[in-house]
């Protein structure tokens, strides 16, 4: 009969000696080469895409997209922000060439936890012209959504 003890250790031996003669023969021409990484994740710049030039609306659809903005002025003081994102969304459609509802749409996507589409709009914003309405606060904003949806890298 044989031992038990000593099939324990023989296991390991083989399968030892099966791994030293297995990459015994592995060359290093036979090796794949990867490419070293040089740009980081999050090492990028970002900049907005190209915005496509939107027709004008008629005097209509701006009046229907400021009643829209109004009526989620109220929905935000009644504090329903989905409503007023809703409103907003419906506001910027009737009127896409408006930097400012673009801004408020932004703000109320951003505080919903929607960064995505919240960097769609301040892009759409700064596009349109916000800042020679007074919002200065588009860039710092948009670049905080896109820092915050950057990978992390560890030191």
């Known amino acids: 009969m044989s031992n038990p003890t000593s099939r324990r250790v023989q296991l390991p031996l083989a399968a030892g000696l099966f791994l030293l003669l297995l990459f015994g023969r592995v060359s290093s021409g036979d090796a794949q080469e990867l490419p070293l990484k040089r740009n980081l994740p999050g090492s990028e710049t970002f900049s907005c895409p190209e915005l496509d030039l939107v027709t004008p609306p008629s005097p209509e659809e701006e009046n229907q997209a400021r009643v ?30 408006s930097p400012e509802l673009a801004y408020r749409y932004a703000r109320i996507l951003e505080d919903l936890g ?14 349109l012209g916000s800042e020679g309405l007074g919002i200065q606060d588009v860039q710092s904003r948009l670049d905080a959504l896109v820092l915050a949806a950057q990978p992390e890298v560890s030191e």
């Open 68 to 97: 829209l903005g109004s009526n989620a002025d109220q929905a935000l003081i009644l504090g329903d922000q989905e409503r007023a994102r809703d409103l907003l969304a419906r506001a910027t459609e009737l009127d896409p060439s």
């Open 114 to 127: 929607e960064p995505d589409e919240a960097i769609e709009q301040y892009c759409r914003s700064m596009a």
